[in-house]
């Protein structure tokens, strides 16, 4: 049971730079998430898709960007990374009921 | 604006002893409300709460929802080293895709 798939664990960025983080889920989920969580603060959400060629954004999208070009897979892309985009971040997904969201392993990064 | 407040922030207790938590909220068009576990990484469900006010348990941890009082309680009693960790407050709101609305969390510390 794979379940929500997020990789790298670990990355450390320069100021400027892009990467990708990669989401993957094999529970053919149709909504998928992506939050960031700062420490002390809660799960912020950034970007979410109801399904592959569908979404839209959340409380905090500024300076990222999503695509969903199939079920499985919802990356999240930081164009220009800021400090400010230091952070953990997690991908999540949730099936026919919606509300019980399940949640990857997440993403810690730093921006330098 | 929607809003999930928890309390407390921060909770240490000894192992044996009983601890509760509160996550009250102030939601528009309230659906649900989840319960979720964070240890070093991804947060695990525990429960999911509705407006019918039936109490979830699963050993020794459960919760109920007081909708009178927009809030929901999660008990846990003789608790363990192993509970030791941040737990979440989630509330779902209609007409947003199953969007969740997180608490900053209620961080456990317990001590042998």
């Given at each position: 049971?794979?379940?929500?798939?997020?990789?790298?664990?670990?990355?450390?960025?320069?100021?400027?730079?892009?990467?990708?983080?990669?989401?993957?889920?094999?529970?053919?989920?149709?909504?998928?998430?992506?939050?960031?969580?700062?420490?002390?603060?809660?799960?912020?959400?950034?970007?979410?898709?109801?399904?592959?060629?569908?979404?839209?954004?959340?409380?905090?999208?500024?300076?990222?960007?999503?695509?969903?070009?199939?079920?499985?897979?919802?990356?999240?892309?930081?164009?220009?990374?800021?400090?400010?985009?230091?952070?953990?971040?997690?991908?999540?997904?949730?099936?026919v009921g919606k509300n019980i969201q399940y949640f990857g392993a997440g993403t810690r990064l730093s921006v330098l | 604006e929607d809003k999930v407040v928890q309390s407390p922030l921060s909770l240490v207790v000894?192992?044996?002893?009983?601890?509760?938590?509160?996550?009250?909220?102030?939601?528009?068009?309230?659906?649900?409300?989840?319960?979720?576990?964070?240890?070093?990484?991804?947060?695990?469900?525990?429960?999911?709460?509705?407006?019918?006010?039936?109490?979830?348990?699963?050993?020794?941890?459960?919760?109920?929802?007081?909708?009178?009082?927009?809030?929901?309680i999660l008990n846990i009693t003789a608790t363990q080293t192993g509970d030791s960790a941040i737990y979440l407050c989630a509330v779902e709101v209609g007409g947003s895709q199953g969007n969740l609305i997180f608490?900053?969390?209620?961080?456990?510390?317990?001590?042998?």
């Open positions: 049971n794979a379940g929500v798939t997020q990789t790298p664990k670990f990355r450390i960025l320069k100021i400027g730079q892009s990467m990708t983080l990669q989401c993957t889920q094999d529970m053919n989920h149709n909504y998928m998430y992506w939050y960031r969580q700062d420490p002390g603060m809660g799960l912020k959400l950034i970007y979410y898709s109801v399904g592959a060629g569908i979404t839209d954004k959340g409380e905090v999208p500024n300076g990222y960007n999503v695509s969903r070009s199939t079920t499985e897979d919802f990356p999240l892309r930081l164009e220009l990374a800021a400090p400010s985009q230091t952070s953990v971040y997690f991908c999540a997904s949730s099936g | 000894h192992e044996g002893d009983t601890v509760t938590l509160n996550c009250s909220y102030e939601v528009t068009n309230f659906r649900s409300l989840l319960w979720y576990k964070q240890e070093k990484k991804a947060p695990t469900f525990l429960f999911m709460l509705t407006s019918s006010g039936i109490e979830k348990k699963s050993g020794r941890l459960s919760s109920i929802l007081d909708k009178k009082e927009l809030s929901s608490g900053k969390g209620t961080k456990l510390s317990v001590k042998p």
